[in-house]
């Protein structure tokens, strides 16, 4: 073959099931995916949100409008679209609320970007340009929010409220709002340094079913929803010399099948009664360290929950792991592995009751190390306790953030219209295309008060010309009551978000962004399965297939 014939022969290198996508075509795919993850949270954005119910493979349904549960929960397989999953993941993790929001504005940045991007501008110069306005961004947020401080109960009030405004938690938010601030107050500590933290370590929720929201209460210690393991154990100790362990008290098994060969029934009774001695002997060496109760993480044989009632140890068995840690706090005890290195020196101290009504078992420290708290929630049923957790451990989380930080923001969109406003004066500084992207980039922040207005039925347009007007007039708080539909001074009225968690999130969604335009080429093993599973409806932006690797618009995602 000559030289020539040779140069017209492709070369191959990848693989017979494998596929390549370049350039344009591998942005809009990204893009579209990400736009696709976007929209799919965006109808539970605010106080008027609506809720999604996901069903697992396993049946199991969740109702909910947390945005970072949603997408945990859809069985998503696109890589791009994991991408946008894990922006509300580090949301929820770095501020605890405000998911939602992070994802809305990474998929309206995407949208702007394709804009750019049909315009010849350089994925590089759209990058470059929203790192400035990123950046530009969180000094403007810093420079409009307001000082807090850490004893305000009324203002940490109206962050809670606001965080569960439009959550299950709602219509117990003015009980649920003054709880969730007594619980942070209980857990707030002066660093070394002189700043404050709140150390959500010490503080534990758990939930019950069969009453109202309205009954929920914050308690001292810990909640155990356990029985004793035996009948005859005294169920309230006042003096509680508390054991903690996190192995069984029960004999280990055998890894292989074994066989017992006995000739007369006195050997077989001959090792019975040695079995019988061994937890004796286990439940001696608890007695031993002066212990009267006994959380064990793992079981306890039946035999062994007979000794110990005899003698007088409460012993509850198959505590939870998280328990276990939350008690070794609240008693200022050791966790023990190995009974036979156990001392007294491992009890912690303070007083185990028993509410029989409840089922429940409080317990509550006596001990100088000792500290916790425990928010006992309780809703009608799973579904409804369930998703007032989410809205709950939200709310903690930012009042938590409110503390340590101390600044916060006006609601209702008003932090997105003033950052927008300010960029776009901003861009007049940038030169060459960049400043396109810090146009496009303040473009995308309203999406918020925009969603908001639509999620409650609201004229989405009409609501920005009036929010840009007031902000025009020097309103900084200036947003959006979706109640009313008024455009109010939001700070005023109680509508109150952490600066934290607005900062984080343009972070998080402009990282997300930057990452997913940096691509130009997917080099996909198996199939990219952009031709879709049937008529399920295109992506926003008509990718091919719609969602490309969601399998065929959304429904490859459920």
Do not use: W
């Amino acid at each position: 073959m000559s030289q020539r014939q040779m140069q017209g022969q492709p070369m191959i290198i990848l693989g017979e099931d494998s596929q390549r996508m370049k350039d344009k075509s591998a942005q809009e795919h990204n893009i579209s995916a990400a736009r696709a993850v976007a929209e799919s949270v965006r109808s539970t954005l605010g106080p008027k949100g609506m809720d999604k119910m996901l069903v697992s493979s396993m049946g199991d349904v969740t109702v909910t409008n947390d945005g970072v549960t949603i997408l945990q929960e859809m069985d998503i397989d696109n890589p791009t679209a994991s991408m946008i999953v894990e922006v509300a993941e580090t949301q929820e993790d770095e501020a605890g609320d405000g998911t939602t929001s992070a994802v809305a504005i990474a998929g309206e940045l995407l949208k702007n970007a394709q804009d750019l991007l049909e315009q010849d501008i350089h994925p590089s110069a759209i990058i470059k340009g929203f790192d400035m306005a990123a950046s530009e961004s969180k000094d403007i947020v810093a420079d409009i929010a307001t000082d807090v401080d850490p004893d305000d109960e009324e203002l940490l009030r109206k962050v809670a409220e606001t965080s569960m405004t439009g959550k299950g938690a709602e219509l117990n938010k003015e009980l649920l709002a003054q709880l969730i601030v007594d619980a942070v107050n209980a857990v707030t500590v002066e660093a070394e340094d002189g700043s404050v933290v709140a150390d959500l370590e010490y503080l534990n929720i758990e939930t019950q079913t069969g009453s109202s929201a309205g009954n929920s209460e914050l308690l001292e210690g810990a909640v155990i929803d356990k029985d004793a393991v035996h009948e005859e154990m005294a169920e309230n100790v006042d003096d509680a010399k508390v054991l903690l362990v996190d192995t069984a008290i029960e004999l280990d098994e055998t890894d292989v099948d074994a066989q017992l060969s006995v000739d007369d029934p006195s050997q077989l009774q001959t090792f019975l009664d040695k079995e019988e001695a061994q937890l004796k002997e286990m439940v001696d060496q608890v007695a031993a360290t002066g212990a009267n109760v006994l959380f064990c993480q793992k079981g306890i044989d039946d035999m062994a929950q007979h000794y110990l009632a005899q003698q007088g140890i409460l012993a509850i068995e198959r505590a939870k792991k998280s328990d276990i840690e939350f008690l070794k706090e609240v008693l200022g005890a050791r966790v023990v592995s190995d009974l036979d290195s156990a001392t007294e020196d491992d009890l912690g101290h303070g007083s185990v009751e028993r509410d029989q009504a409840e089922g429940l078992f409080y317990v509550e420290g006596t001990g100088a190390d000792a500290h916790g708290v425990t928010l006992l929630l309780r809703g009608s049923t799973d579904h409804v306790v369930d998703e007032l957790e989410r809205g709950v451990t939200d709310a903690l989380d930012v009042v938590a953030s409110t503390v340590a930080n101390g600044t916060v923001l006006g609601g209702g969109g008003a932090p997105e219209i003033e950052v927008a406003a300010r960029l776009r004066d901003y861009a007049d500084s940038v030169e060459g295309r960049e400043q396109l992207a810090v146009e496009a980039f303040a473009d995308a922040l309203e999406i918020i008060p925009r969603t908001l207005a639509e999620n409650a039925g609201l004229d989405s347009i009409d609501t920005l010309v009036d929010l840009r007007a007031a902000h025009e007039d020097g309103e900084v708080s200036a947003g959006l009551n979706v109640f009313t539909g008024d455009v109010e001074d939001t700070l005023e009225t109680g509508v109150v978000e952490p600066a934290h968690a607005k900062r984080q999130a343009l972070s998080s969604a402009v990282e997300a962004a930057n990452l997913v335009l940096k691509i130009d080429d997917i080099i996909a093993a198996g199939d990219l399965s952009t031709s879709g599973d049937g008529d399920e409806g295109g992506a926003p932006g008509g990718a091919p297939g719609g969602m490309g690797g969601m399998g065929g618009g959304m429904g490859g995602m459920m």
